[in-house]
């Protein structure tokens, strides 16, 4: 005992804060070393991305209280990496992320586990991600922010239970509702709190999102300007850029020479024949002879100037410049605030926060609030639905439905999988509920939450998502009050 | 596609080679090694500065284990400058990295002239009167110099140099300049050729919107002796006009005309920001001058010269709707008249060279030409020394940030981060750093803020129970990810001043990791 006072610990720094009472905290702080080492025991966090930010978060993280970590993160290490993704050496280039720096910061860090995942965010189960108390996002892609945002809502209505051990989460949380069965005893249900991340040059952006209580990423989508596009008639008919010329070789020229050959963004050889090929020749040749006088144009397009190998890059792949700082600064800001989400040991960020160091430095915390018909943590999608419909009737619904147009959809209700179109055990198990109708299968009750996942497309991009429903049973309501009333 | 430079692609991106170039030149030199300084090198290593200096006299602790990442359990014991040393060279081959075993506090007291072998120092983790002593050693030696410290959940970051002057700021919205308000004879004549009522309707919508506005200007000049809409009714008028124009709905170029017309109504001249630096005392030049005054010097004769009130033109175009060959012709009218604005304030730099007594080619056309470029964005930012911040503190400054809402918290912590250093001078501790004493400390905190207010001339003002309360919580402790926020911010602002690129922080930024709302102190 007094040699554990008097023998360093190696959480020193951290003890002052995790220890002592302190004034400015969350309400439900109980500081103590049974906090630290629950939070070193039990606190599972999943870091999403192991890029620039992810790299950061999960040092970042293993260094402040947490031993039990996760990542997913489905690319593998390329050069262009090394500049900030300060995990991976170039020796590493080709190996998946999430495993190369799960690994370097085991080593570096002794007592931390750190869970690798290569793969997609889309391939885990969605169970896969109720085993975390907060989820931590290191992405670039507003796709994979959008999916994980509805996940974590999902979870909140659904109301699977929380699973760790240690009771203190809910308390430490302070954020779960609570709700109480009828024989008034509460039900804790897990609200994921997310924190998020982003970074562009020397701007960014850290926010905290609580399922139920503050804005969710879908509210405030309109925060991410959509990519800008040129027009396909500016492209072949009046280019004035370089990007313009760029864009002409990517995405008209390439099909016109290689038909059935998909443009590879990551193919070296693709990237220089829209360079060398296309941005001066084809440039000046092919897209003014399709038009008017050849002569004049090809003279005129040959005045437009700053065609690079990397600008070429920069456009076709959509590059966003990324530096180590900036990274840096974003992610100990999403370390700190996921330490305090757990632990209570100070206030939290409310709720959203921008980094710009282009002039000065300038950090602004905006308290956004939530978009009441938001799709994914408002009340949900109306539907009105005949008793009668069928299970493969209300699928093939959602395809058409033009708030939805949701194709390929697995239907979930509570903690039931009603319809799975994957992997091929769960879609024989559940196929034979195509022909039962749904009211049934969600129980006769006349209004409910379903959820439901699958692709939309988008600017003619598939991407993965989900929705929630709110389904409302036409003519059901006498029928189930009764019900009830029998049953109790 | 230099192979080598791959890695940096995505950085390159952003600063280009030339601010690669001068990253790969600089040599840094980090005062105490702990995570503060170990996350602001890391940062610095990865994007490749030349060379590295870690000064720390301590050796590695258990505790250390817990808070920096650039050290591992077979450290313990060992100098920790070393180890970090070792592990900051992993990051990056390309960078020289040495250590020296010692203090820093020693260092700065024993061997002033040891930091003017370095570009810049990054200086963490130390004590007011360090500080104070190291600022004025690098300002004497012309070395750039930063501090950083990393405190609970507060901190701060302080550049400190007597001037940086910016020629590529980079700002993230900056108007264009297309002079429509006041167009040169040139992009007059280029407009005059052309016909706005053109009949061919696919001509007439890839009319660029500048050959638009230039053209519609004039026509309204003419009749209203020389004078541009000003007035609101005016402004309203004229877009009635353009809208007039069209012949069909979809005409984009008529539409961005419109939407830029806002262009045609402001003022003719420079901005007053401009006018301070032209103004500035340092524009009157001489042998000791830098290359950067002289081009403001010959700036300030342009302007009154040639420029006819305006800075020389940038020389290109923001992309819009037009026809290919009006958009490069166009663009050609644009660098022709950046070219012969180039050539006259080149003209005007070299004949201030000679009269300063300096080689007239002293200063590159390259360097010129950037400066033209970027003429209307340049940044002069100057720091105090530190001594003089705080022996002549900014009193009405200090007043409005303790009594401003958005402020107070930030200046409380500015307060507190000084007071502790007070009361570890007087008690060899910081408080809150040992077991037991917290309410003691709690006390001699609060007898310390006094008296800094009063040094400050503010009293009366009082810091918060809650914030002095929690600043003995934080007992001196360097959180993980505070320092790592902390070295982030250092880290970029190395950035800015080595390469010269971006406008640094011009006061102390004080971080508040109780809520994220950090300020930047102007004090």
Same mark, same amino acid.
């Given at each position: 005992?007094?040699?554990?006072?008097?023998?360093?610990?190696?959480?020193?720094?951290?003890?002052?804060?995790?220890?002592?009472?302190?004034?400015?905290?969350?309400?439900?702080?109980?500081?103590?070393?049974?906090?630290?080492?629950?939070?070193?025991?039990?606190?599972?966090?999943?870091?999403?991305?192991?890029?620039?930010?992810?790299?950061?978060?999960?040092?970042?993280?293993?260094? @402040?209280?947490?031993?039990?970590?996760?990542?997913?993160?489905?690319?593998?290490?390329?050069?262009?990496?090394?500049?900030?993704?300060?995990?991976?050496?170039?020796?590493?280039?080709?190996?998946?992320?999430?495993?190369?720096?799960?690994?370097?910061?085991?080593?570096?860090?002794?007592?931390?586990?750190?869970?690798?995942?290569?793969?997609?965010?889309?391939?885990?189960?969605?169970?896969?991600?109720?085993?975390?108390?907060?989820?931590?996002?290191?992405?670039?892609? %507003?796709?994979?922010? @959008?999916?994980?945002?509805?996940?974590?809502?999902?979870?909140?209505?659904?109301?699977?239970?929380?699973?760790?051990?240690?009771?203190?989460?809910?308390?430490?949380?302070?954020?779960?509702?609570?709700?109480?069965?009828?024989?008034?005893?509460?039900?804790?249900?897990?609200?994921?709190?997310?924190?998020?991340?982003?970074?562009?040059?020397?701007?960014?952006?850290?926010?905290?999102?609580?399922?139920? +209580?503050?804005?969710?990423?879908?509210?405030?989508?309109?925060?991410?300007?959509?990519?800008?596009?040129?027009?396909?008639?500016?492209?072949?008919?009046?280019?004035?850029?370089?990007?313009?010329?760029?864009?002409?070789?990517?995405?008209?020229?390439?099909?016109?020479?290689?038909?059935?050959?998909?443009?590879?963004?990551?193919?070296?050889?693709?990237?220089?024949?829209?360079?060398?090929?296309?941005?001066?020749?084809?440039?000046?040749?092919?897209?003014?002879?399709?038009?008017?006088?050849?002569?004049?144009?090809?003279?005129?397009?040959?005045?437009?100037?700053?065609?690079?190998?990397?600008?070429?890059?920069?456009?076709?792949?959509?590059?966003?410049?990324?530096?180590?700082?900036?990274?840096?600064?974003? @992610?100990?800001?999403?370390?700190?605030?996921?330490?305090?989400?757990?632990?209570?040991?100070?206030?939290?960020?409310?709720?959203?926060?921008?980094?710009?160091?282009?002039?000065?430095?300038?950090?602004?915390?905006?308290?956004?609030?939530?978009?009441?018909?938001? =799709?994914?943590?408002?009340?949900?999608?109306?539907?009105?639905?005949?008793?009668?419909?069928?299970?493969?009737?209300?699928?093939?619904?959602?395809?058409?439905?033009?708030?939805?147009?949701?194709?390929?959809?697995?239907?979930?209700?509570?903690?039931?999988?009603?319809?799975?179109?994957?992997?091929?055990?769960?879609?024989?198990?559940?196929? @034979?509920?195509?022909?039962?109708?749904?009211?049934?299968?969600?129980?006769?009750?006349?209004?409910?939450?379903?959820?439901?996942?699958?692709?939309?497309?988008?600017?003619?991009?598939?991407?993965?998502?989900?929705?929630?429903?709110?389904?409302?049973?036409?003519?059901?309501?006498?029928?189930?009050?009764?019900?009830?009333?029998?049953?109790? | 596609?230099?192979?080598?430079?791959?890695?940096?692609?995505?950085?390159?991106?952003?600063?280009?080679?030339?601010?690669?170039?001068? =990253?790969?030149?600089?040599?840094?030199?980090?005062?105490?090694?702990?995570?503060?300084?170990?996350? *602001?090198?890391?940062?610095?290593?990865?994007?490749?500065?030349?060379?590295?200096?870690?000064?720390?006299?301590?050796?590695?602790?258990?505790?250390?284990?817990?808070?920096?990442?650039?050290?591992?359990?077979?450290?313990?014991?060992?100098?920790?400058?070393?180890?970090?040393?070792?592990?900051?060279?992993?990051?990056?081959?390309?960078?020289?990295?040495?250590?020296?075993?010692?203090?820093?506090?020693?260092?700065?007291?024993?061997?002033?002239?040891?930091?003017?072998?370095?570009?810049?120092?990054?200086?963490?983790?130390?004590?007011?009167?360090?500080?104070?002593?190291?600022?004025?050693?690098?300002?004497?030696?012309?070395?750039?110099?930063?501090?950083?410290?990393?405190?609970?959940?507060?901190?701060?970051?302080?550049?400190?140099?007597?001037?940086?002057?910016?020629?590529? +700021?980079?700002?993230?919205?900056?108007?264009?300049?297309?002079?429509?308000?006041?167009?040169?004879?040139?992009?007059?004549?280029?407009?005059?050729?052309?016909?706005?009522?053109?009949?061919?309707?696919?001509?007439?919508?890839?009319?660029?919107?500048?050959?638009?506005?230039?053209?519609?200007?004039?026509?309204?000049?003419?009749?209203?002796?020389?004078?541009?809409?000003? *007035?609101?009714?005016?402004?309203?008028?004229?877009?009635?006009?353009?809208?007039?124009?069209?012949?069909?709905?979809?005409?984009?170029?008529?539409?961005?005309?419109?939407?830029?017309?806002?262009?045609?109504?402001?003022?003719?001249?420079?901005?007053?920001?401009?006018?301070?630096?032209?103004?500035?005392?340092?524009?009157?030049?001489?042998?000791?001058?830098?290359?950067?005054?002289?081009?403001?010097?010959?700036?300030?004769? &342009?302007?009154?010269?040639?420029?006819?009130?305006?800075?020389?033109?940038?020389?290109? %175009?923001?992309?819009?709707?037009?026809?290919?060959?009006?958009?490069?012709?166009?663009?050609?009218?644009?660098?022709?008249?950046?070219?012969?604005?180039?050539?006259?304030?080149?003209?005007?730099?070299?004949?201030?060279?000679?009269?300063?007594?300096?080689?007239?080619?002293?200063?590159?056309? *390259?360097?010129?030409?950037?400066?033209?470029?970027?003429?209307?964005?340049?940044?002069?930012?100057?720091?105090?020394?530190?001594?003089?911040?705080?022996?002549?503190?900014?009193?009405?400054?200090?007043?409005?940030?303790?009594?401003?809402?958005?402020?107070?918290?930030?200046?409380?912590?500015?307060?507190?981060?000084?007071?502790?250093?007070?009361?570890?001078?007087?008690?060899?501790?910081?408080?809150?750093?040992?077991?037991?004493?917290?309410?003691?400390? %709690?006390?001699?905190?609060?007898?310390?803020?006094?008296?800094?207010?009063?040094? =400050?001339?503010?009293?009366?003002?009082?810091?918060?129970?809650?914030?002095?309360?929690?600043?003995?919580?934080?007992?001196?402790?360097?959180?993980?990810?505070?320092?790592? &926020?902390?070295?982030?911010?250092?880290?970029?602002?190395? %950035?800015?001043?080595?390469?010269?690129?971006?406008?640094?922080?011009?006061?102390?930024?004080?971080?508040?990791?109780?809520?994220?709302?950090?300020?930047?102190?102007?004090?």
């Amino acid at each position: 005992m007094a040699e554990s006072t008097v023998q360093q610990s190696r959480s020193r720094d951290l003890d002052k804060l995790l220890l002592k009472p302190g004034n400015l905290v969350a309400p439900t702080f109980e500081p103590g070393v049974q906090l630290r080492d629950d939070l070193q025991e039990y606190a599972r966090i999943l870091v999403i991305g192991a890029g620039g930010l992810g790299c950061e978060l999960l040092k970042d993280l293993a260094l @402040s209280g947490f031993k039990n970590l996760e990542v997913i993160d489905m690319d593998r290490i390329e050069v262009t990496n090394l500049n900030r993704q300060f995990l991976f050496r170039l020796e590493d280039v080709g190996k998946p992320k999430a495993e190369v720096a799960a690994k370097r910061v085991m080593e570096r860090v002794s007592g931390v586990n750190i869970v690798p995942h290569f793969c997609r965010i889309e391939d885990k189960e969605i169970d896969f991600y109720k085993d975390f108390i907060i989820i931590v996002l290191g992405l670039d892609s %507003i796709e994979a922010r @959008s999916y994980i945002n509805a996940v974590a809502h999902a979870f909140q209505i659904q109301g699977w239970y929380v699973m760790i051990a240690s009771h203190t989460w809910n308390k430490a949380l302070n954020v779960v509702p609570q709700k109480y069965d009828s024989d008034d005893n509460p039900i804790e249900e897990t609200v994921k709190p997310m924190v998020d991340g982003g970074t562009e040059g020397f701007k960014g952006h850290a926010r905290v999102i609580i399922p139920g +209580s503050t804005p969710c990423f879908e509210c405030t989508i309109w925060l991410f300007p959509p990519q800008v596009k040129f027009p396909l008639c500016t492209l072949a008919e009046t280019p004035r850029t370089a990007a313009h010329c760029i864009e002409y070789a990517h995405l008209i020229k390439w099909d016109e020479v290689h038909s059935g050959k998909t443009f590879d963004p990551d193919d070296p050889e693709h990237m220089k024949w829209v360079y060398t090929e296309l941005s001066f020749k084809v440039c000046l040749f092919n897209m003014c002879s399709s038009h008017v006088p050849q002569a004049v144009k090809r003279a005129e397009l040959f005045g437009i100037q700053g065609v690079t190998y990397s600008l070429t890059q920069g456009v076709v792949k959509n590059i966003i410049p990324a530096i180590a700082s900036t990274n840096a600064i974003i @992610s100990a800001a999403c370390t700190l605030e996921t330490l305090k989400l757990a632990s209570g040991c100070s206030k939290t960020l409310s709720n959203y926060l921008t980094y710009n160091g282009v002039e000065g430095l300038h950090i602004k915390v905006t308290e956004f609030v939530k978009d009441k018909d938001c =799709l994914v943590c408002g009340p949900g999608v109306l539907l009105e639905l005949d008793t009668s419909v069928t299970l493969q009737k209300f699928i093939d619904m959602l395809e058409e439905h033009p708030k939805l147009l949701l194709s390929k959809a697995s239907v979930r209700h509570r903690a039931t999988n009603l319809y799975m179109q994957a992997p091929p055990v769960l879609e024989e198990m559940t196929r @034979s509920n195509l022909n039962l109708p749904l009211f049934e299968l969600m129980g006769k009750v006349p209004k409910d939450i379903i959820h439901v996942t699958g692709t939309t497309s988008k600017d003619d991009k598939k991407t993965s998502c989900l929705r929630k429903l709110c389904l409302v049973f036409k003519g059901a309501d006498a029928v189930t009050d009764l019900d009830m009333a029998v049953g109790a | 596609m230099a192979e080598p430079k791959t890695k940096y692609d995505r950085q390159l991106r952003i600063w280009g080679e030339q601010g690669q170039t001068a =990253l790969e030149k600089a040599s840094i030199c980090l005062l105490n090694c702990g995570p503060t300084g170990s996350e *602001t090198l890391k940062n610095l290593v990865l994007g490749g500065v030349g060379s590295i200096t870690v000064i720390d006299g301590s050796k590695v602790e258990l505790g250390d284990l817990g808070n920096n990442f650039m050290v591992d359990e077979s450290c313990v014991g060992q100098s920790k400058a070393k180890c970090v040393c070792t592990f900051l060279q992993e990051l990056n081959d390309a960078v020289k990295a040495k250590f020296i075993e010692e203090y820093p506090e020693a260092l700065v007291d024993s061997n002033p002239s040891f930091f003017s072998q370095f570009t810049l120092v990054v200086a963490t983790q130390l004590a007011e009167d360090s500080m104070v002593k190291l600022d004025k050693i690098c300002r004497e030696a012309n070395v750039l110099l930063i501090f950083a410290r990393s405190y609970g959940l507060t901190g701060f970051v302080r550049n400190s140099v007597k001037e940086h002057a910016v020629i590529e +700021s980079k700002p993230d919205h900056f108007l264009d300049d297309l002079r429509l308000n006041n167009p040169w004879p040139e992009l007059k004549r280029f407009a005059e050729s052309i016909d706005l009522k053109v009949a061919d309707p696919v001509a007439h919508k890839h009319t660029p919107y500048v050959v638009i506005l230039v053209k519609m200007a004039e026509e309204w000049a003419k009749a209203h002796g020389g004078a541009l809409p000003s *007035t609101r009714d005016e402004k309203k008028e004229f877009k009635e006009l353009l809208k007039a124009g069209m012949v069909a709905i979809d005409e984009d170029n008529y539409r961005e005309a419109i939407e830029a017309s806002f262009k045609v109504f402001a003022p003719r001249g420079i901005s007053s920001d401009l006018l301070q630096i032209i103004h500035d005392s340092c524009s009157e030049v001489d042998s000791n001058s830098s290359d950067f005054w002289v081009m403001v010097a010959a700036l300030k004769e &342009f302007i009154v010269n040639e420029g006819g009130g305006e800075a020389p033109l940038e020389g290109s %175009i923001p992309d819009m709707t037009s026809s290919t060959e009006l958009y490069v012709n166009l663009q050609k009218i644009y660098l022709a008249k950046a070219e012969a604005d180039f050539l006259v304030i080149q003209q005007r730099v070299k004949s201030i060279l000679k009269r300063i007594g300096r080689d007239p080619d002293s200063i590159s056309k *390259t360097m010129i030409k950037s400066f033209c470029k970027n003429a209307r964005k340049l940044k002069v930012c100057r720091y105090r020394l530190i001594e003089d911040e705080f022996s002549n503190p900014a009193v009405p400054e200090v007043q409005k940030y303790l009594t401003d809402e958005e402020y107070s918290v930030a200046m409380g912590f500015y307060i507190l981060l000084r007071a502790v250093d007070r009361f570890s001078a007087n008690y060899n501790s910081f408080p809150g750093q040992f077991e037991g004493e917290m309410d003691e400390d %709690i006390s001699r905190l609060k007898t310390a803020v006094v008296g800094l207010l009063n040094d =400050l001339g503010c009293n009366g003002s009082t810091v918060t129970e809650d914030l002095i309360n929690e600043m003995c919580r934080f007992g001196a402790s360097e959180l993980h990810a505070v320092a790592a &926020f902390i070295g982030g911010i250092a880290s970029q602002e190395v %950035i800015k001043l080595i390469t010269k690129q971006f406008v640094p922080m011009v006061g102390t930024f004080i971080f508040n990791g109780i809520d994220q709302k950090s300020q930047l102190l102007a004090l």
